[in-house]
């Protein structure tokens, strides 16, 4: 079992920055891929990111790419977003989750472990 708590979730102007954390515990942090996904009001949940178990692979929705950055600290057992340059159509609830598997990144099916969701508001 593994527990995710995600922080940093909050209101900011549209081209503003924010930095969400997402907290593990219990299973070995370090043996998870780790995913960034996100719900808008009225619309289905979303890939935003992932990152490899060492974190020397990661991923982005063409929607972020090159203003999103994840990572991660094995030894704090945390995975990070900054997000840079947001819009108001990044506006949602940020998800954190763990799975095992690199090889669909996006499918949500395969990661079974869940944050409770962060909100993140931006306005315009």
């Known amino acids: 079992q593994v527990q995710l708590v995600e922080s940093g979730g909050g209101l900011v102007q549209a081209g503003g920055s924010l930095r969400l954390s997402c907290a593990a515990s219990?299973?070995?942090?370090?043996?998870?891929?780790m995913g960034w996904f996100r719900q808008a009001p009225g619309k289905e949940r979303e890939f935003v990111s992932a990152?490899?178990?060492?974190?020397?692979?990661?991923y982005y929705a063409d929607s972020v790419e090159g203003r999103f950055i994840i990572s991660r600290d094995n030894a704090k057992n945390t995975v990070y977003l900054q997000m840079n340059g947001l819009k108001p159509e990044d506006t949602a609830v940020y998800y954190c989750?763990?799975?095992?598997?690199?090889?669909?990144?996006?499918?949500?099916?395969?990661?079974?472990?869940w944050g409770q969701g962060t909100q993140v508001t931006v306005s315009s």
């Open positions: 989750a763990a799975g095992r598997t690199l090889a669909a990144v996006t499918r949500q099916d395969l990661y079974p472990y």
């Open positions: 219990g299973r070995i942090f370090s043996s998870y891929v």
């Open positions: 990152i490899s178990w060492s974190g020397g692979s990661t």
